[in-house]
């Protein structure tokens, strides 16, 4: 019987149990005629069993019963047959997964539907907490979570890491459930475990998830909330958004917030490179001049990225003030890091806006010294030349006053 049932041999079936073959005789592995047919997908096997009175709480080894196997397997058919014999949808197998979690696990929204229909309970959790609504999340099914929130299932609930719904669906990237969430106002400012755990926004700009970060700025997410001490509009100038750099800074966020590294945003989008983005924070007028802990502007990691194009952006917007002649570790201008590097490039920017090649450092060097230590004779050669223009030009203006006060 048991070979019948599993095989789907209907007729086989049908004899051996008018023959009165045991309908639930169960093998040392704890498998029925019922359970192998459900698992099996055999309708015809199913329902003739269930005639015959066959168990249908009966458990193989894995504690999974009839509907269970049929629900784990999509077997639409069996799932209404057992359903319409009031099979218990609230039994669990090992994994206390109940047949709705098992159903929206494998994404079968029909049989969910059947399911919650009849009022299956929506907030069974598993071994390791999760409801039915988070795992539908997590997977992506936006229909099935939708069919969820409309019997109410709790949008409170956490995984065992403390992950909200939002959380879960930030972090799969799932925009559709994002909205649906947010639609049934899901608390857009809810922290995921520790006190430095991410909030919504910093996590969709972690997982580079923009447009969800775009739809999380524009339901209001706080544009200065930190994780790990990164702000969003740091990580996103970080991670090159150019396109959201607007964005938070219409929404209030701070241009000259510090990281642990006592750098900004513009330290951050300089130091790799991105024009775009320096481009976007320079429009806001932020303050160039801020040192980070290593003694760097946003001009110096504009030269330390070797993006000609950010450095002339950066440059851009620095020209006319103090900074490009600023100090930073050692005593070392901007020029002086240049020629170090040997960027006869970025030496030839420097100097045409402003840059003083006869400033020293804390050991009484001029960027000269270091192009020639170095051997780069091209820009030991301009910096000479700029040097004693540099030089004519103050022995002039010592003439011209000389003669004014004569």
């Known amino acids: 019987l048991l070979d019948a049932a599993a095989s789907g041999d209907t007729a086989a079936v049908q004899d051996l149990l008018n023959d009165e073959a045991n309908a639930n005789f169960k093998t040392v592995s704890k498998q029925t005629p019922l359970l192998v047919s459900a698992k099996n997908g055999h309708t015809d096997v199913v329902g003739i069993l269930l005639d015959r009175n066959a168990d249908m709480e009966a458990t193989d080894k894995s504690s999974l019963t009839a509907l269970l196997h049929a629900v784990k397997n999509g077997h639409q058919g069996i799932v209404e047959l057992l359903l319409e014999r009031n099979a218990d949808t609230e039994a669990t197998d090992k994994s206390s997964l109940t047949a709705l979690l098992h159903a929206v696990k494998k ?4 049989i969910v539907e059947f399911l919650l229909e009849r009022n299956a309970d929506t907030e069974a959790t598993d071994e390791f907490s999760v409801t039915a609504l988070l795992h539908a999340v997590k997977n992506g099914d936006q229909g099935i979570v939708k069919l969820l929130l409309e019997r109410n299932a709790d949008m409170e609930a956490t995984d065992n890491f403390n992950f909200t719904l939002l959380h879960c669906a930030i972090d799969g ?4 459930i994002v909205k649906l969430l947010l639609e049934r106002n899901a608390s857009i400012e809810s922290k995921a475990g520790s006190e430095d ?5 910093p996590l969709a700009l972690r997982k580079g998830h923009t447009a969800i970060a775009k739809i999380l700025i524009e339901h209001g997410a706080d544009a200065n909330a930190k994780c790990s001490g990164n702000t969003p509009l740091s990580l996103a100038a970080d991670m090159g958004y150019a396109a959201l750099i607007p964005m938070l800074l219409d929404k209030g966020a701070d241009f000259n917030d510090k990281d642990y590294f006592d750098q900004t945003p513009l330290h951050r ?7 775009a983005v320096v481009d976007e924070l320079s429009k806001r007028l932020g303050r160039v001049d801020i040192a980070d802990k290593y003694g760097k502007t946003p001009l110096h990691h504009a030269i330390d990225s070797k993006n000609m194009e950010t450095l002339a952006s950066t440059q851009g917007w620095a020209e ?3 900074t490009i002649n600023l100090k930073i570790t050692r005593g070392s201008t901007a020029l002086h890091l240049a020629a170090y590097k040997g960027r006869m490039e970025v030496v030839r920017l420097l100097l045409a806006n402003g840059a003083s090649p006869s400033i020293r450092d804390n050991s009484g ?8 230590d170095a051997i780069y004779v091209e820009i030991a050669a301009l910096l000479e030349a700029a040097e004693a223009r540099e030089v004519l030009g103050g022995l002039h203006e010592g003439r011209w006053l000389i003669g004014y006060g004569g």
């Open 107 to 110: 994404g079968h929204q029909r």
């Open 173 to 176: 990237g799932h925009e559709g």
């Open 197 to 201: 755990a991410p909030v919504p926004l």
């Open 269 to 275: 989008a300089a130091y790799r490179g991105d024009a």
């Open 320 to 322: 006319g003030d103090a």
């Open 365 to 372: 060097r001029t960027p000269l010294y270091y192009a020639r």
